[in-house]
């Protein structure tokens, strides 16, 4: 999946690199346009196969930012504190 530049303007920063493992909504580029800076997110789970761009690269509207290879299960991937029972009673804990 190709993540696209939504506007034409500077590549101000990337946040990801080749590899990485990025939720749906994370952050990937941030784009500045007439002196506003606009957050460019994943639209779906995937790890990141391309990075098209650096910062300071200019870019149009609908450019190659990053390529997406799509992970279905990493839309799902929950921290294990958010998991926990809290009504369960531990193991070493007095009855």
Request: proline share 8%; aromatic share 0%; hydrophobic share 45%.
């Given at each position: ?75 799902d991937v929950v921290s294990e504190a958010a998991e926990i029972d809290l009504e369960s009673v531990r193991p070493?804990?007095?009855?």
């Amino acid at each position: 999946m190709s993540v696209l530049s939504p506007l034409r303007g500077t590549v101000v920063s990337v946040e990801v690199t080749q590899g990485d493992l990025v939720r749906q909504g994370a952050p990937i580029a941030i784009v500045e346009s007439m002196k506003m800076e606009h957050v460019v997110e994943a639209p779906q789970a995937g790890i990141v196969g391309r990075v098209a761009v650096g910062p300071g690269d200019t870019v149009a509207e609908g450019a190659l930012l990053v390529h997406l290879d799509p992970v279905p299960a990493a839309a799902d991937v929950v921290s294990e504190a958010a998991e926990i029972d809290l009504e369960s009673v531990r193991p070493d804990s007095p009855r």
